[in-house]
């Protein structure tokens, strides 16, 4: 539930500018035709290299190829319509093979040091024989500014490890640009046999929120002094973790995170659980000195074990790919509305009115549906 | 932040059932034409009545008559589309009488005592010279069942007040049908000169965010005995809250009371504000001896006079008005969508085959546009 506001989430902030639906990419055309460039980061420039066919992706893909795995992912990060329909193709050869990964959503304050965590899990993971792939979702990101997260130079110790994969954000510019990319890259890391999925996110938007909706468990990772930083966590946010994590729990801070973690315990007891059948609880941790990240794993498995035993696990995630299409669908239809000219012409003057109090909102609802019927 | 869903919330139970839109009622017709025989029960069916005009209306309500006033919420709450179209225009012309009450939203888990509790408050209102109008949304009742809700049986003490005016929930059949027209009651009530808008809502489905998103105020009624209760109140709802309300702290409950008061306190350091600049608190009050119930009423008036003293009052009623007219235009186009003879057919055939992973979200969901497209 988050703050109210002048406009419902889906509604861009200025309405009538252009915002791309992730649908209608494919449609339309997108920002840029040659994905390698802006998108491709970790690979050389899509347009160098010689034209892959589905089947070198999908064979590519399944084989573990990091090379093709990392052009696969620029073929998914696409918006040009040639390679939309190129990379749904690779995506629906590879989809019996993926699925098999924990999927583990990943966030915090700005500072909570979700980085460095990441960095020290995702070594011990890989240290432990597991496979770890590490993406990120910041729809703030952009070819410009690049992005925020998931660089490999942050996490400097785990892009080194053999068995870790590390994907920056997609510069998808929109939300549900990047929640497309970002879903399908998990499941073309997952057919190339990775086994953990970490997927980071800054809290801009709805991120969070996304983040939850395509991972199995979600934690969330703040920092010592409860209470004190709770104007960074977003309203709602601490009501989608599966356990909570205080970092920094290390020198002078222990003390300090032991008083967080027992506060944090009683706050959840009064919030309803995100996963049915799960309760989350606070834990301290330090990714400075490794102390408590192994346990991390333990109840990440945990809760893997109890979601499969009852079945919830495979049902979420059933329900997950089912929302995210219907998702995509209310995108589009509202992207069709926002940017029809007819409506476009109208919304401010009907905005006015409406603050004004010189029509009514069920009016003011009316004139721009016919205002749209009529394009 | 609701529970993760097998559909967003705008998806209908049985995708492709018709669900009404309250902005279709006024071009497909509604479900009742004649609307005293439904919704009017505290006034004589509508269609027995010598029919009255717009300007009766509008100078009957403006006048206080209490018999009008009933005949214009009938009016407002019927789903004909003469009737919309009259009440639309009556509604205009009263527009630049509302918005001088205080909106109180008031919600908690069933057996809070929620009722008895409105009684007494309001009571309490009308004794101090207030005008209160007691209304309620509940999209679960219907014509056939009834009303749960703000019967005036169920506050037999307060409908007997000449300052109190009760209206039961509309038989909207679904939340958007209710929301018109509980939000157009309001705006007759306070053109009828009622300062005080007391906005009932049992926990069904979304009622506590539509609840919210019409009123200054909301108010959470919990019972004794924190937390174990729990389970009655939905994610998310505590932090729609101005302010938490502990009933029945009589009697025995008293310590248990405070103690549950206090647990409360500690939650709501660790939430956001649901109003920006107003920290809720948990109270404790009983509706049956009255004690607590006076202060209720302070914090309300300190609310309003901080709220409007930074602006965020009014300002928030402009952003409340204009996120309805979206959510309108946004149920609108879902309905269209959903009521599509293509998009029906091929809906169950296309969640099947995503549930077996056969075909990508991405093609699903182009595939159910494509559908939609194509009528």
């Known amino acids: 539930m988050s703050k109210e506001k002048q406009r419902p989430e889906w509604v861009p902030e200025e309405a009538g ?7 209608m990419e494919g449609v339309n055309g997108g920002h840029d035709g040659m994905p390698g460039q802006t998108a491709g980061r970790s690979s050389p420039p899509f347009s160098r290299r010689r034209k892959l066919s589905v089947d070198d992706y999908v064979q590519g893909v399944l084989s573990g190829n990091r ?38 959503g990943i966030t915090g304050v700005p500072g909570a040091g979700k980085s460095t ?34 660089d490999k130079t942050r996490m400097d110790r785990l892009s080194r490890q053999p068995n870790a994969f590390i994907r920056p954000s997609p510069s998808g510019g929109t939300l549900g640009g990047v929640t497309r990319k970002s879903r399908e890259t998990i499941l073309v890391c997952e057919a190339a046999g990775f086994d953990t999925v970490l997927v980071e996110t800054v809290g801009v938007g709805q991120s969070e929120t996304t ?49 967080a973690k ?56 059933k329900s997950q790919v089912l929302e995210w299409v219907y998702t995509m669908v209310q995108e589009h239809l509202q992207t069709g509305f926002f940017n029809d000219p007819n409506v476009k012409k109208i919304i401010p003057g009907i905005e006015q009115q409406v603050s004004e109090g010189s029509i009514s909102a069920t009016i003011a609802a009316k004139e721009l549906l016919a205002a749209y019927e009529k394009g």
């Open 17 to 23: 500018t252009a915002f791309a639906s992730h649908v």
């Open 211 to 259: 983040v939850r909706s395509m991972t199995d468990f979600f934690l969330l990772v703040m920092l010592t002094g409860a209470g004190d930083e709770l104007q960074g966590i977003k309203k709602g946010v601490i009501e989608l973790a599966d356990a909570l994590l205080i970092n920094k729990a290390d020198g002078d801070n222990i003390i300090k995170a032991q008083v």
């Open 117 to 150: 965590l990441i960095e020290t899990f995702g070594c011990m993971l890989c240290e432990q024989g597991r496979r770890v792939a590490v993406l990120a979702v910041d729809p703030s990101s952009s070819v410009t500014r690049g992005s925020i997260l998931g």
């Open 262 to 317: 027992e506060e944090y315990n009683r706050v959840l007891h009064y919030l309803k659980p995100a996963s049915e059948g799960w309760m989350p609880e606070a834990y301290t941790c330090s990714a400075l000195t490794g102390a408590g990240v192994a346990h991390i794993w333990d109840i990440v498995e945990r809760f893997r074990h109890q979601m499969q035993s009852t079945g919830t696990f495979e049902k979420r995630r």
């Open 67 to 104: 090379t093709i795995l990392a052009q696969t992912i620029t073929l998914v990060e696409s918006n040009a319509p040639r390679y939309i329909e190129m990379a749904q193709e690779v995506i629906k050869q590879l989809l019996p093979y993926t699925g098999r990964s924990i999927r583990i």
